[in-house]
């Protein structure tokens, strides 16, 4: 609303859809590791720059899942 780009990654997108984010990536990673699993840096790495590449597109945009699972 300000002209300043926002972004949101969740685990969970039930209650995050109801707020609404200009751009949003989802997982199917569990909670507390929404990014990615404890010490999985490519993971947390390919999240991190999904959820950030939406920065350079016009909102809102429709949510985007991830196919990222916590082994």
Excluded at 17 to 34: C, I, N, V, Y
Excluded at 39 to 63: F, I, M, S, W, Y
């Amino acid at each position: 609303m300000n002209g300043i780009a926002a972004t949101l990654t969740s685990w969970r997108d039930g209650v995050t859809r109801l707020m609404k984010p200009p751009r949003a990536t989802f997982t199917g990673l569990e909670r507390g590791a929404t990014l990615g699993a404890p010490g999985d840096k490519a993971q947390q790495r390919r999240v991190l720059n999904a959820t950030l590449d939406l920065l350079a597109q016009a909102a809102p945009l429709e949510p985007v899942y991830l196919d990222e699972k916590q082994l």
